[in-house]
């Protein structure tokens, strides 16, 4: 399945030019509109493959954008199984792709961070 978007970024009127943020992806700097979940910045970015398919290895990138598809899955600032689309963007954050599907096993052997992650997920998640 091709990883191209289907998301296009809307104009805003009267901007001349987008603000932007520093963060990483995969260790190397990138600068990423302000403003949006981490996954929008990335599709913004021009960042086309958030992960590997468990089944067939090729790359995925977010489909539905509100946290169902979990296409968008990525490791931030340390945390694994991330949805990028439900994590609101900051300056500085150290983002990785993922290989492969969520691990629910790593997220069982940490309950600290399991809590962690379902606290910083928006409610209803």
Do not use: W
């Amino acid at each position: 399945m091709p990883t191209d978007s289907f998301f296009q970024p809307l104009a805003q009127a009267g901007a001349s030019t987008a603000a932007t943020i520093a963060v990483t992806l995969n260790g190397q700097p990138l600068q990423v509109p302000v403003g949006s979940s981490v996954a929008a910045a990335l599709l913004a970015a021009g960042v086309n493959r958030f992960r590997n398919s468990p089944v067939s290895g090729e790359g995925r990138a977010p489909y539905c954008m509100m946290g169902v598809c979990f296409e968008c899955l990525l490791e931030i600032n340390g945390v694994p199984n991330r949805q990028g689309c439900l994590v609101p963007l900051e300056a500085g954050m150290a983002i990785r792709t993922q290989d492969g599907m969520r691990d629910l096993l790593a997220e069982a052997k940490d309950p600290a961070m399991a809590l962690a992650q379902a606290m910083e997920a928006p409610h209803g998640v």
